[in-house]
């Protein structure tokens, strides 16, 4: 029998997950005078303190290295990854999908590039446009203020270049494109294809009281000086700053309790220092847990009021789940051999990168994708200059060996596409009816499946990616993919984008949550992450969930100052 | 609630910190690489290894050396300290073990099969036939694909050791990991390489 310890405080608002939307909410909501309590399932980690910037490799015996939860490498920033001990999901029989999970404080955000695009105004209503999908019930210029916003607050770079649906935004000015990024770009005009400065939330200029960037290239490990977007550094810090934030971590939240009004009236949570099960009192609960993690949460939280889960009448929680597309080309480059030695560090992204070129053109798949691409003398770490078979050489050994990696060290470069999915009737999750956790919370299982969009999609990448290495003189590292292998398309949740689980509509038989990221079942209940996204732009989802949840938020206090909750 | 009243200092602290110039961000940088610095000393005992047997360690530093030799640029292989890279790795990675000892008893066998020797008693002339025959996978003999697997990955591996390593590093004149607030591209002379020139920033 599980006891449940419970807390006498009762807090103005709960919100489960400290990522993006999390840490954003706790921020507005905080500045905006409510006592907020966040609830993270993993432990303290602040990238002032705990990162390994500046740690060579040579100074840990694994050289950087990969473990089982830092899958990117042992320096990497995120603790967790595509498997987490203890806590299992599953997949449907024929399904493939891969669920990122980050257990720590500042979530995924401890994770991602940094690449920070606003959707754009098509973005909205594609369905208007094309007949697929939906519309969101919200415009671009519903947005933008909020969008300028976390320009404002969070800071990034980039050049207004007047794109028709890639918007202009408050920014600081780019680093100085990298040498190969430059000449990429020759290739890329030549070809047609738009390329302009990289828009990441790296400071380039100091920004309300964190330094400009110092050009280690080490985002990825965390910053020792806040000089890059995480939610820790950059929301939390402030929000507890107010002295109305309460951080509780390592607590698992099982889940949502209600009373008999229909109510949210906090959450159920396993804290993991004491293995005991707590309850934590709230007016408000906002999820930001993640979109799968959110819809999950709201599964498991069954009444005989809400028999299918919480804010579920729609049916919705759980379908509509999309990741972006991906795929990748690599190469080697003779012209990049013997280059003169130098500093190629720079910010932890890219300088430059490629929008969407073909808006409006006819193709043989909806929407489009941006394209990423970087190489170049980086530091040399674990796996450093594998697979010498590959290039000219062809292998071999000794004194001759050693000279052909001194001299192909740095010639090679990679490009990565990130395009919209079509949100489809065979990718969706639920709760799987055999598994729990170690916490014995019921399990997701995922149902997946890439439609021939996709697959064309993928397809038009690479056929791009190889046309710009044959530009350059490369050499990619593989043939051309065939139509069996989905043209190398990554698998369902290997790009970490998943959203659309708990989507926003007007109408409540077919969403989720309201405009306003409130659940149409129970008013005093929000989600705040990347689940109520009714489309997936190529674009990385993570500047709208915290523009969305800014908006949300700010959308809460005047409900609170208003009586409305 | 004494967990919960620590976190306010535990988070609010870090932030406190960034708060500062330019200049003292660089400082406090650079304290942070002397801490790693001096925590990164190598120890240079005599290493005993986890993973591989006695013998099976010699013929690893025979066999990195003859990958990565020592030249007029930088230190070999075994300088760098592959040996003990490659049997930390083998502990830490226990997917790694079965195919690097077997692939190391191959190396033996084929050895004995040709010279009636060990790999490591052989001499260097009769290693290097061994080598010649694996090394290159695209012209490799169907007969040699076992040892051409095991060539490959274990050159890799060597490669991994020996570029991740301060000798490595330097050979390849891998300059950065540092605070470098100028950033102003990567110079004239590899945009010269690359026959680019830095845009006039606005």
Known sequence: MIQVQRTRTEYDVVIVGSGAGGG???????????????????????????STMFVWPYQTPRRGG?????????????????????????????????????RMLGGRTNHWGRISLRFGPYDFRRKSMDGLGDDWPISYDDMKPYYDDVDRLVGIYGTNEGLPN????????????????????????????????????????PLNGRPACHYCGQCNRGCRTHSNFSSPGVLLAPAMLTGNLTIIPNSMVREVTMNAMGRATGVNFVNRDTGGDEHIRGKIVILAASACESARLLLNSKSPQFTEGLANSSGAVGKYLMDSTGAWVGGYF?????????????????????????????LDFPRGYHIEFGGGKGMPGYGAMGGIQNYPPGGGYGAQLKKDYRSWYGATLGFAGRGEMIANEDSFCEIDNNVVDRYGIPVMKFHWKFADYEILQAKHMQETFRSLIQELGGTPWSDMPTKESKYGLARGG???????????????????????CQAHDVKNLFVADGGPFVTSPDKNATWTILALSMRTSRKIADMRKAGEL | MDRRTALKAAVAAPFAIAAVTNAEAEQASLQVLGLFEAAGAEQAQAF??????????????VLVDMIIPRDENSGSATDAGVPQFMDFIATDQPNRQVPLRGGLGWMDAESRKRFGKTFILATVAQRRLILDDIAWPKKAKKEFSHGVTFFTSFRDFTASGFYSSRIGIADLQYIGNTVNMNWQGCGSAANAHLGVTQPARG
Not at chain 1, 25 to 47: C, D, F, I, R
Not at chain 1, 72 to 79: L, R
Not at chain 1, 80 to 98: C, H, Q
Not at chain 1, 494 to 516: F, L, Y
């Open chain 1, 24 to 50: 954003m909410a706790a921020y507005e909501l905080t500045k905006a005078g409510a006592k907020v309590a966040v609830v993270e399932a993993g432990p303290l980690w602040n990238s002032g303190t705990d």
């Open chain 1, 66 to 102: 990969s473990t089982p939860d830092k899958p990117f490498g042992e320096h990497d920033g995120c603790i967790g990854g595509w498997r987490i001990d203890g806590e299992p999901y599953t997949t449907a029989p024929g399904s493939e999908f891969m669920w990122w999970r980050a």
């Open chain 1, 166 to 205: 890639e918007p202009d935004g408050i920014f600081q000015p780019p680093p100085a494109p990298r040498c190969d990024e430059l000449w990429v770009k020759q290739a890329a005009d030549k070809l047609g294809v738009t390329c302009v400065p990289g828009r990441l939330s790296i400071l380039t200029k």
């Open chain 1, 334 to 362: 003779e012209k990049m051999r013997d280059m003169p030695a130098h500093n190629h560090d720079g910010t932890g992204g890219m300088h430059l990168y490629m929008p969407w070129w073909l808006e409006g053109k006819k």
């Open chain 1, 494 to 516: 290997e790009i970490i984008h998943e959203v659309g689980t708990t989507r926003m509509g007007k109408d409540p038989k077919t969403s989720v949550v309201n405009e306003w």
């Open chain 2, 48 to 61: 005993k290894p986890k993973f591989f047997t006695a013998h099976e360690y010699a013929t690893v530093r």
